[in-house]
């Protein structure tokens, strides 16, 4: 079947290469490229963060973890590495609702002052500046497309021709669901002080702190703001992240600031991973991945790839 598949983040990519795997003559368009989407943005931890629901997500979180883990070990030049590291929690310590998900986890023996308690586990982390361009190349090794294209509505699909809607947060406009809405998040890069362990702390759900270490840079988290658009990075947000990151990781205290970035998680109640019949044809939408875009990645191609595989056998 030909398949065109709008949207060039984590979520469109991921999904035209396992299409592109199961056969399918896969065309990617996008306004953005993909070093320059949200998903570019992403500190690309493996965290089930702000995406429901629940049961799904510990489903897609958990085939993407075990495909991340694969491509850390297979493919190291794709950006991706299985790396341990600590959540630290205020508040009762209880088993986290995603505990399904992973391999492995355990408690911490003792916590920071401040903290009752936490976890210890590895994850894949992934280098978003390696992943995305390894992605689009595994896509184009398969023989599909990835052309730059500002649609101003989906392609109409028909009895030949599926599309998959892969298109974040512009889904509000292009899916007309008001339901989609921006969660702002701003990040500040470090140089490398020589880490190799994450951390994460979100007990305040508009504060949270996270370092996420790569091999060049450190990812330092960072901020979640409902309802906000505001592309620019803002000076006193970067401080208090700083300030916040530096005081649990004295290492970061040396590390010379290089950048500062913004994305707009695609928030919404529920992931949107269903087809809608239009006409002759059929769109797949799948967006709305909030704060766990990558986490998801892989499961949710999964399906998509099922879906599309169930409509061209008939
Ligand atoms: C600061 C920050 C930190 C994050 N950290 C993590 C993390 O640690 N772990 C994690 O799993 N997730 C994280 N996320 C979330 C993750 O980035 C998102 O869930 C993910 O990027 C969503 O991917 P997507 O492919 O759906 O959307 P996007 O990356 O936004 O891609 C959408 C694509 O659709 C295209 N498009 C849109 N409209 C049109 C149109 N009209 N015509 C053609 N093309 C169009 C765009 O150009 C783009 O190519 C983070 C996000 C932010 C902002």
Same mark, same amino acid.
């Given at each position: 079947?030909?398949?065109?598949?709008?949207?060039?983040?984590?979520?469109?990519?991921?999904?035209?290469?396992?299409?592109?795997?199961?056969?399918?003559?896969?065309?990617?368009?996008?306004?953005?490229?993909?070093?320059? #989407?949200?998903?570019?943005?992403?500190?690309?931890?493996? %965290?089930? %963060?702000? &995406?429901?629901?629940?049961?799904? *997500?510990?489903?897609?979180?958990?085939?993407?973890? &075990?495909?991340?883990?694969?491509? &850390?070990?297979?493919?190291?030049?794709?950006?991706?590495?299985?790396?341990?590291?600590?959540?630290?929690?205020?508040?009762?310590?209880?088993?986290?609702?995603?505990?399904?998900?992973?391999?492995?986890?355990?408690?911490?023996?003792?916590?920071?002052?401040? !903290?009752?308690?936490?976890?210890?586990?590895?994850?894949?982390?992934?280098?978003?500046?390696?992943?995305?361009?390894?992605?689009?190349?595994?896509?184009?090794?398969?023989?599909?497309?990835?052309?730059?294209?500002?649609?101003?509505?989906?392609?109409?699909?028909?009895?030949?021709?599926? @599309?998959?809607?892969?298109?974040?947060?512009? &889904?509000?406009?292009?899916?007309?669901?008001?339901?989609?809405?921006?969660?702002?998040?701003?990040?500040?890069?470090?140089?490398?002080?020589?880490?190799?362990?994450?951390?994460?702390?979100?007990?305040?759900?508009?504060?949270?702190? !996270? @370092?996420?270490?790569?091999?060049?840079?450190?990812?330092?988290?960072?901020?979640?703001?409902?309802?906000?658009?505001?592309?620019?990075?803002?000076?006193?947000?970067?401080?208090?992240?700083?300030?916040?990151?530096?005081?649990?990781?004295?290492?970061?205290?040396?590390?010379? *600031?290089?950048?500062?970035?913004?994305?707009?998680?695609?928030?919404?109640?529920?992931?949107?991973?269903?087809?809608?019949?239009?006409?002759?044809? #059929?769109?797949?939408? =799948?967006?709305?991945?909030?704060?766990?875009?990558?986490?998801?990645?892989?499961? =949710?191609?999964?399906?998509?790839?099922?879906?599309?595989?169930?409509?061209?056998?008939?």
């Amino acid at each position: 079947m030909r398949v065109i598949v709008v949207g060039a983040g984590v979520i469109g990519l991921s999904v035209g290469v396992r299409l592109a795997e199961a056969g399918h003559e896969v065309a990617v368009l996008a306004r953005d490229l993909p070093l320059e #989407t949200t998903s570019a943005v992403a500190a690309a931890l493996w %965290y089930p %963060y702000r &995406a429901l629901p629940r049961d799904a *997500v510990v489903r897609w979180s958990a085939a993407t973890y &075990a495909e991340l883990a694969r491509l &850390a070990d297979t493919h190291p030049e794709s950006g991706v590495s299985v790396r341990w590291g600590t959540e630290l929690v205020r508040g009762p310590v209880t088993e986290p609702w995603w505990r399904d998900a992973v391999p492995q986890i355990e408690q911490l023996p003792s916590a920071p002052e401040g !903290y009752s308690g936490g976890w210890r586990l590895p994850v894949p982390v992934s280098d978003m500046s390696l992943y995305l361009p390894w992605l689009a190349a595994r896509l184009e090794s398969l023989g599909a497309t990835l052309t730059r294209a500002w649609l101003s509505a989906l392609p109409q699909p028909s009895a030949a021709v599926t @599309v998959v809607n892969a298109t974040g947060l512009a &889904a509000r406009a292009i899916a007309d669901d008001p339901s989609l809405l921006p969660v702002r998040g701003q990040v500040v890069l470090l140089e490398q002080p020589g880490l190799t362990e994450w951390l994460l702390e979100h007990s305040d759900e508009q504060e949270l702190t !996270y @370092v996420v270490p790569r091999e060049q840079v450190v990812v330092v988290g960072g901020t979640a703001e409902d309802g906000s658009y505001d592309p620019r990075p803002d000076p006193a947000s970067a401080d208090e992240i700083l300030v916040r990151a530096r005081a649990l990781v004295p290492e970061l205290r040396r590390a010379k *600031v290089v950048g500062h970035r913004v994305g707009l998680r695609p928030a919404r109640p529920a992931v949107r991973l269903e087809t809608e019949q239009r006409g002759d044809g #059929t769109i797949v939408h =799948c967006y709305g991945h909030g704060g766990a875009g990558v986490t998801l990645s892989w499961g =949710c191609a999964d399906d998509v790839a099922a879906l599309v595989g169930g409509l061209a056998r008939g």
